[in-house]
């Protein structure tokens, strides 16, 4: 199995503390929403739990391995990252860029390419370039070409946040839905996405961890009101409890 | 395919039309008695002079369609040419040092070697400027290419003349810097088809990886790609490919920028596809300009390079302007 465990993160950038002392123990199989405010380092955590930056100190483990013991390609095999800004250089078709997802697996099935093209409503799109997609066009054929080896664990970095309601509730789902037998890390912006779909969330702030709870029991938690630096009203609704965000000085 | 039997055929025409070309036109019959062994002495200047050198011209031009689209893909910035970016002035630098310092070692051997190190050097010099003031974007890249090329182009200024004089005269390194195909022996149009084939097989090695590294730095990484050995493989590569194609051409510009281009109209911007049909643009390209170089001021030989950089400076003005209005 192959959760993920960190301890004692550090990164250090031009005098700047992005992580300062983080240690987490992620699960093979769950859901976790990652929130903050603006530089809690969020966006920097996922990079370093996927291999893509180097911390200062401290290490990450997968599974029973380093993680920076493992040669750039199994490490690419175990981990999915869906960046949060991804525009790529050369204006490739759907089909290719899929391709190029699936030539990191290894023993792919034959079926893989297209299974993803049916599960992201890619069917027909195989030939259109890059540059004439739309917003949820794009997050969806970057979900594909990162899933299509199928990773143990996928790490998301606020994948939708660009786009409109329908889509952002339809890849923030299927990205909760792989938790149940597989790990999931989201990084979510919106708080009642985090709190609605994600089973454990953890809150970041100035790069630490500030609560890591599940995500029934953070969402009364005051913490997350003098994190934001806002007053929450928690409005109960039939589905749940939904958040309101008043200005207020606490 | 189909662009595949295009691209053949205009090159195997562009061939015809080249070897024809000079300020003595032959028509396809003299080039067919040529072939065939003719001993008339038309027939021997036509096949020991004129059709190694429009060979050996499309060789270069296929060199530099292969250098330019492997700077273009690690530099993901379709504005790199190895001419703009220091590298070919590298090379120059050295193989004009191999020119006119007397070294122990035989000049045909010196020569390429000085080049590679040269192209290697400056490209790495420039990578490292850029990356040291931060500056790794499209702009920060080409602005210290250009100073680095800037400074090469002195020092070889300064090498031509303080050291050329009576037994190496300044004429021979100025028309080869300034661009020339040299009428290479049958011999050495073999040679120079092995490093051709080499280079191509070299950077087809790097074709999947170029175009994982066009993803960006996060998702090439995030796809198992090690950035930077990768790059430093790749930039050593290209410096293999263009200072052979320095070494057989001297300094042609813009033809590595404009190949690649056309190709990518061509046959998409995946490099398995592109590369060899950006050697095959590039050889066209100079094929056709060594052509007009031979033969459009009888008896005199304008330098391959500037009939290049006549046609090709527009072509990167176009360019530029386009990238500059998105």
């Known amino acids: 199995m192959t959760g993920i465990a960190a301890s004692n993160l550090v990164l250090k950038r031009n005098g700047a503390t992005l992580l300062d002392d983080v240690s987490l123990t992620l699960a093979a199989r769950e859901s976790v929403a990652v929130i903050g405010p603006n530089g809690a380092g969020k966006?920097?955590?996922?990079?370093?739990?996927?291999?893509?930056?180097?911390?200062?100190?401290?290490?990450?483990?997968?599974?029973?391995?380093?993680?920076?013991?493992?040669?750039?390609?199994?490490?690419?095999?175990?981990?999915?990252?869906?960046?949060?800004?991804?525009?790529?250089?050369?204006?490739?078709?759907?089909?290719e860029l899929v391709r190029l997802g699936a030539e990191r697996g290894e023993r792919l099935p034959e079926d893989a390419i297209e299974k993803m093209g049916d599960q992201f409503e890619l069917v027909g799109l195989g030939h259109r370039r890059w540059s004439t997609l739309s917003g949820g066009e794009r997050a969806r054929v970057l979900l594909a070409a990162v899933l299509v080896v199928d990773p143990p664990a996928l790490l998301a970095d606020e994948p939708a946040a660009s786009l409109d309601i329908r889509h952002r509730l339809d890849v923030i789902e299927a990205l909760a839905q792989r938790g149940r037998d597989r790990l999931s890390v989201v990084v979510v912006h919106d708080l009642d996405l985090a709190f609605g779909f994600f089973d454990r969330v953890i809150l970041m702030a100035r790069g630490r961890i500030v609560a890591d709870e599940p995500a029934h029991r953070l969402i009364d938690d005051p913490r997350l009101d003098t994190t934001f630096g806002v007053r929450f009203d928690r409005l109960k609704t039939p589905d749940g409890v939904l958040l309101r965000a008043t200005k207020e000085r606490l | 395919m189909k662009i595949w039997l295009g691209l053949g055929l205009v090159l195997a025409v562009a061939l015809v039309v080249a070897a024809c070309a000079g300020h003595d036109w032959a028509s396809p019959a003299d080039l067919m008695r040529a072939v065939a062994g003719d001993m008339d002495l038309r027939s021997r200047l036509l096949f020991e002079w004129r059709i190694p050198r429009v060979l050996a011209a499309a060789f270069v031009g296929g060199l530099l369609g292969l250098g330019g689209t492997v700077f273009q893909g690690v530099f993901r910035n379709p504005l790199a040419e190895p001419y703009l970016l220091g590298s070919a002035g590298g090379a120059a630098l050295g193989a004009t040092f191999a020119l006119l310092v007397p070294l122990a070692a035989p000049q045909a051997l010196v020569l390429p070697l000085l080049a590679f190190a040269g192209a290697w050097g400056a490209t790495v010099l420039v990578i490292g400027i850029s990356r040291v003031s931060g500056a790794v974007d499209a702009a920060g890249m080409l602005l210290a290419g250009v100073a680095v090329a800037a400074i090469l182009g002195a020092l070889r200024s300064f090498f031509m003349l303080a050291l050329s004089d009576e037994t190496v005269s300044l004429q021979v390194v100025l028309s080869w810097v300034l661009g020339g195909v040299q009428t290479p022996t049958w011999a050495g149009l073999g040679l120079l088809t092995v490093i051709a084939i080499v280079c191509l097989g070299l950077t087809m090695l790097l074709a999947g990886?170029?175009?994982?590294?066009?993803?960006?730095?996060?998702?090439?990484?995030?796809?198992?790609?090690?950035?930077?050995?990768?790059?430093?493989?790749?930039?050593?590569?290209?410096?293999?490919?263009?200072?052979?194609?320095?070494?057989?051409?001297?300094?042609?510009?813009?033809?590595?920028?404009?190949?690649?281009?056309?190709?990518?109209?061509?046959?998409?911007?995946?490099?398995?596809?592109?590369?060899?049909?950006?050697?095959l643009v590039g050889a066209i390209i100079v094929t056709l300009a060594d052509a007009i170089a031979r033969s459009a001021l009888p008896p005199a030989e304008i330098p391959l390079g500037l009939v290049t950089a006549v046609a090709g400076g527009p072509f990167f003005i176009l360019l530029l302007a386009r990238r500059l209005r998105t």
Do not use: C
């Open chain 1, 43 to 95: 966006s920097t955590l996922l990079k370093v739990l996927a291999g893509i930056e180097a911390s200062t100190s401290g290490r990450v483990r997968i599974g029973d391995r380093d993680l920076a013991s493992l040669s750039s390609a199994a490490r690419a095999r175990a981990i999915g990252f869906l960046p949060q800004y991804f525009d790529p250089h050369w204006d490739l078709t759907v089909g």
């Open chain 2, 209 to 279: 990886r170029l175009d994982i590294l066009g993803l960006g730095e996060t998702m090439a990484t995030a796809f198992g790609l090690n950035v930077n050995r990768f790059i430093a493989v790749a930039v050593l590569a290209g410096s293999v490919v263009v200072a052979a194609a320095v070494a057989f051409g001297g300094l042609v510009a813009f033809v590595g920028l404009a190949a690649p281009h056309i190709a990518r109209w061509l046959v998409g911007p995946l490099h398995r596809p592109l590369l060899p049909a950006s050697a």
